[in-house]
Nanobody
């Protein structure tokens, strides 16, 4: 099983990035995929998740209205479109797979069975 996150980079405030999480060894129909991030000196936090059962999506308060999560079953890839980026979005972003999530559990990191390596997002002028 492998989750490969990519798409990070250095952007200015207000710009956009699209992160990709390519999943191999798992079927997206069987696993929810979450995006998490960890800023320097801070704990890792949930950003967004897409449910494998019905495609329902969940967002942190900081991500709502600016980020959009989506999935492409054909390529087994989950995307995180990030718009209107702010300096406080600077972090390493990780994707992870969980066989079941809900609106109440998607942030629960121990529930995620598989994790990928992160991709760095830096928002700076």
């Amino acid at each position: 099983v492998q989750l490969q996150a990519s798409g990070g980079g250095l952007v200015q405030p207000g710009e956009s990035l699209r992160l990709s999480c390519v999943v191999s060894g798992l079927d997206l129909d069987d696993y929810a995929i979450g995006w998490f991030r960890q800023a320097p000196g801070k704990e890792r936090e949930g950003v967004s998740c897409i449910n494998n059962i019905d495609g329902r999506t969940y967002y942190s308060d900081s991500a709502k209205g600016r980020f959009t999560i989506s999935r492409d079953s054909a390529s087994n890839t989950v995307y995180l479109q990030m718009n209107s980026l702010k300096a406080e979005d600077t972090a390493v972003y990780y994707c992870a797979a969980d066989s079941w999530v809900s609106a109440h559990s998607w942030r629960h990191q121990p529930g995620y069975e598989y994790w990928g390596r992160g991709t760095q997002v830096t928002v700076s002028s």
